[in-house]
């Protein structure tokens, strides 16, 4: 399952090497506060980001995101 996180995550990385996505995923663990458990799991699809999670990320983000 594909989840609005993970599509935009797909987006965001185009044409970045394995390094470069892991820096982009601590970057969002960074602005986010959450650990990088929480954000793969959003990635995984085993949870989403709470409403205000994703309000949270919408801002920092300066996307729509949810």
Do not use: H
Request: proline share 3%; net charge positive.
């Amino acid at each position: 399952m594909r989840t609005k996180f993970k599509k935009f995550y797909d987006e965001s990385t185009i044409g970045m090497n394995r390094n470069e996505k892991a820096a982009f995923r601590q970057n969002i663990c960074d602005k986010t506060g959450c650990s990088i458990n929480v954000v793969r799991n959003w990635l995984y699809g085993v949870t989403i980001p709470t409403p205000l999670e994703q309000k949270a990320l919408n801002q920092i983000f300066g996307k729509e995101i949810y």
